[in-house]
């Protein structure tokens, strides 16, 4: 009897011990609700400050980048532990769901470091999210090479009369607001360069002979070389809504190759004038009406509304595909071999288009860098000099080029040569040096970079982008690509599209736009859910008739949510922008 | 320290102390989360705090019917919540006959492996029933390779992306997933029946179906009412992740169900005070439901369960 009253009686206590210890603050973040999802490998963090830089400290960083959630390993840990003694743990909204933005602003504290969206940023300016880093940003050199980007941003920051600084934007390069440096635009119509010989280069005017060439390569090769069904489209529905458009992401991809962009609902004409998404005259419509017309072709493979990512990937992979129109999408099929053997993807101009690209990320790409509020002063110098570190050309060249003697060597020469292109793709071993595992499962996690690929390193004069480097390019100057060039008359994609003026660059500017008010933010919510639904059953839908009766219930449907209050709200919002790229632009001529 | 003498009353406040934890942990978890309600009254946009928000009143239940397509779209998603709930109660039985033929398995091993088998689906989570369904019915999936390999199809049929009968294939993946524990409860029953009743029965000459149908299953009936009515006042929650995953742009017309509505809604792009007015009517109604449903218990079998 004594021992059980003394059970209960321990019970108690341990319950309530329990709840209370539950429910106290952590020390040193001052709020009383620390989300449970917090990972548990930030309680390895040391419980005093450390006092100098030889203490290994965690950063917990908020990422809207990064596609994986977790403690950095493999490879890359190495190279951050190395250079400024940190460990890296990364928490992912792309994971965990955007809800965790929610959760941890409502806590108080996003992490340590923090990158968002560019609105988003503003916001956490305003409620003291952020920390000023004014006076610490000066001493840092490789940050103060980008200034004038750094400041440009800041000042834009509403309320900032005073000239604070907050937040670093991430991408930037330090070529010009208006210049283009790439050699292939980010989104432009690529094909099998062996499919399309075999057919004799057939010239293509339009959409419909673009069509009609995918069909003759179905119809000579109906599978890959393994005998898995091959189709010309394959899409994916994972996407959608992404990068501040609404839609579903191929067709958006895919309305760039009219000189169009679309900006949430809005869409801007390559004369600078704004249409809407409903427009039946603008490329929404023409492209998702493209694509229905390939379905019915029967070139669109029938998994495309329920895949996910994955399994497009691996479709891209296998040769199950016959059209690419990401840059970086050829990155799943291209090799150095299969550009030796010619048959590789490659861009093939239609007569018709105009391709529409935004310039060198001068400015950032929009995305912006900054540092938790919560952070101790220990820890935010630690923080910045990690962060100086990161723009360093060092560092650079391992988040760009990958490691020496591995994914590149110094000649005799002293010019830099590509070794194992296919480190990424093929996931291949690092050297037990570097802490062993794939070069893909080690890669930087942080996935975004401040200083952007295509900026010039100081010390080689070329851009860090290994594809970039001229002994590269020499590599790679294949009978495939003299094939190419002598074609078209042009070395490179980009070169053809400048020649023939049909390249519609807009410039990039630093504009913080505000974000949706609570109502604004539903109804484009609940307009998008409709337009993506309606979007993936009209390229499914049976025939052109089925398919207008779609589009006008759609339209009718969206106006009901009030889409048109969306549209009135989008324009004034992108015409600020709109006016600031006019502004840039007049200012190169 | 005079109550410290009263035996009784001492006793009163130790077996108070007793339920003190439960107490707690239920206004922690149950009660301390009605404070969120809040949200539904004010402009809420994180990472804005409330003070920083603007009250609203009750702007957010308005625009739920402000205008024709979105009462449609309210509508069409009470319809959905109601045909799902509405199915898997029509077919609320089929756990208990489930147990009952189970029981009449003579053979213990196979009885066993029977049980285990399906009530293993249970621990499975939805995602991965989902990657099931994936590669059994996508287009290149084990069903389209036989219907094409034995020319029954020329095209692969695309059985995940058309909304054909698309509550019963629900109702089908749930019963798969949940029938088997669904049917332990009623094993449990089953074994609780008096075995005396059966030896008289089968003395007087009663055959197995007729067992079935005077002894076990009137045995069953309370069990089974009591589940019924909990069910019931569940009407409204149907879960969400047997249905998110399962949604696509082809069946979210009819997929969609409250639940997943209020989800899509708030996680989607950040409706979060619409969705909670959402859930504060839910859960208003569900309260209601469970009233009623109480009180015809309480009318047909002469006493509620709450």
């Known amino acids: 009897m004594k021992l059980r009253k003394l059970l209960s009686t321990l019970l108690v206590v341990v319950l309530i011990a329990t709840i209370l210890i539950g429910c106290t603050t952590p020390s040193g973040t001052g709020t009383t609700n620390e989300p449970t999802t917090k990972p548990s490998s930030s309680s390895g963090q040391p419980d005093t400050p450390s006092t100098s830089s030889d203490k290994t400290i965690t950063i917990e960083m908020f990422n809207v980048a990064a596609n994986y959630q977790g403690l950095q390993s493999g490879w890359f840990a190495k190279v951050f532990k190395d250079g400024v003694n940190i460990e890296l743990n990364v928490i992912a909204p792309q994971v965990a769901g955007d809800a965790i933005y929610q959760t941890r602003a409502s806590a108080g504290n996003l992490g340590d470091l923090v990158l968002l969206e560019r609105s988003d940023f503003a916001d956490c300016v305003k409620t003291g999210l952020v920390r000023e880093i004014t006076n610490e940003i000066k001493n840092c050199p490789n940050l103060m090479e980008y200034k004038a980007q750094i400041d440009v941003f800041n000042e834009s920051l509403e309320g900032n009369e005073a000239g604070k600084t907050y937040g670093i934007p991430v991408e930037m390069t330090n070529t010009s607001p208006t210049s283009y440096s790439q050699d292939v635009i980010y989104s432009s119509p690529m094909l099998r360069w062996d499919l399309y010989s075999e057919l004799g280069y057939p010239e293509m005017e339009n959409l419909d002979d673009l069509l009609d060439v995918l069909a003759a390569m179905k119809e000579a090769h109906p599978t890959n070389e393994a005998g898995d069904p091959a189709y010309p489209f394959s899409l994916w529905p994972d996407w959608d809504g992404g990068d501040g458009m609404m839609g579903i992401a191929n067709v958006v991809q895919l309305t760039t190759w009219y000189g169009e962009k679309i900006k949430q609902s809005v869409i801007v004409k390559p004369d600078d004038t704004f249409t809407d998404i409903l427009d039946k005259n603008a490329s929404y419509y023409k492209i998702t009406n493209f694509l229905n017309k390939a379905y019915l072709k029967g070139l669109v493979d029938p998994d495309s509304g329920t895949q996910n990512w994955d399994s497009a990937v691996a479709k891209m992979s296998n040769g199950q595909v016959y059209l690419m129109w990401y840059s970086w999408q050829v990155g799943f099929w291209n090799s150095q071999e299969r550009l030796q053997n010619g048959n590789a993807f490659i861009f093939v101009p239609v007569k018709d288009q105009i391709y529409y690209a935004d310039s060198d990320s001068y400015y950032g790409s929009g995305r912006i860098l900054g540092v938790g509020s919560s952070v101790d002063d220990e820890k935010y110098q630690r923080i910045m000099e990690f962060l100086d570190w990161y723009a360093s050309p060092e560092s650079l060249m391992y988040q760009h080029c990958g490691i020496e003697g591995f994914n590149y060597e110094i000649g005799d020469d002293g010019r830099y040569y590509v070794k194992n292109s296919n480190a990424l793709m093929d996931n291949l071993p690092v050297p037990e040096e570097w802490g062993g595992g794939g070069y893909n499962d080690g890669f930087n996690k942080f996935n975004q970079w401040i200083v952007a690929s295509i900026s010039t390193n100081p010390k080689t004069g070329e851009p860090y982008n290994t594809q970039y480097w001229s002994t590269y390019k020499e590599s790679i100057m294949t009978d495939m690509k003299r094939d190419w060039a002598e074609k078209f008359g042009a070395p490179e994609p980009v070169d053809y599209m400048k020649k023939n003026n049909v390249l519609s660059v807009s410039p990039n500017v630093s504009i913080t736009l505000p974000s949706d008010p609570p109502d604004i933010s539903v109804v484009r919510n609940q307009c998008e859910d409709l337009l993506e639904d309606f979007t993936w059953r009209m390229i499914f839908a049976k025939n052109q008739a089925e398919f207008d009766s779609m589009w006008d219930q759609m339209t009718s449907q969206l106006n009901g949510l009030g889409f048109q209050d969306l549209i009135k709200h989008d324009k004034e919002v992108f015409s600020i922008e709109l006016a600031a790229k006019k502004e840039a632009k007049a200012a190169a001529n | ?306």
């Open chain 2, 1 to 306: 320290m005079n109550f410290l003498k009263n035996k009784k009353k001492l006793r009163s406040y130790r077996e108070f102390l007793y339920i003190l934890p439960f107490l707690i942990i239920v206004a922690i978890f149950s009660y301390y989360p009605l404070y969120g309600w809040v949200y539904a009254f004010f402009d809420y946009k994180p990472p804005f705090p409330l003070t920083m928000d603007k009250f609203v009143g009750i702007k957010w239940f308005k625009s739920m019917v402000d205008t024709p397509t979105k009462v449609t779209q309210l509508l069409n998603v009470l319809r959905n919540t109601f045909a799902i709930s509405g199915l898997s109660t029509l077919f609320s039985w089929f756990p208990m006959a489930f147990a009952i033929f189970l029981n009449e398995i003579t053979s213990k091993r196979y009885r066993k492996f029977v049980q285990t088998v399906t009530t293993l689906p249970n621990f499975i989570s939805w995602v991965l029933v989902y990657s099931i369904a994936y590669s059994v019915l996508s287009s290149t999936g084990a069903v389209n390779s036989v219907l094409m390999g034995l020319g029954l199809a020329d095209t692969p049929r695309m059985f995940l992306q058309s909304s054909e009968h698309i509550w019963f294939k629900m109702w089908v993946w749930l019963t798969w997933k949940n029938a088997g524990w669904a049917a332990i409860m009623y094993i449990a029953a089953i074994s609780g029946i008096d075995e005396e009743m059966n030896e008289a029965a089968r003395i007087d000459g009663a055959s197995k179906i007729q067992i079935i149908w005077h002894i076990t299953l009137p045995s069953l009936l309370p069990t089974y009412f009591v589940l019924l009515m909990l069910n019931l006042a569940n009407f409204l929650s149907n879960g969400m992740e047997q249905f998110y995953v399962f949604q696509n742009a082809f069946n979210k017309e009819y997929i969609q169900v409250l639940d997943l509505y209020v989800y899509n809604l708030a996680m989607g792009g950040g409706g979060y005070s619409l969705s909670v007015a959402i859930s504060i009517l839910k859960s208003l109604v569900s309260v209601v439901l469970l009233v009623a449903t109480n009180s015809l218990s309480k009318l047909v079998r002469g006493e509620g369960f709450i």
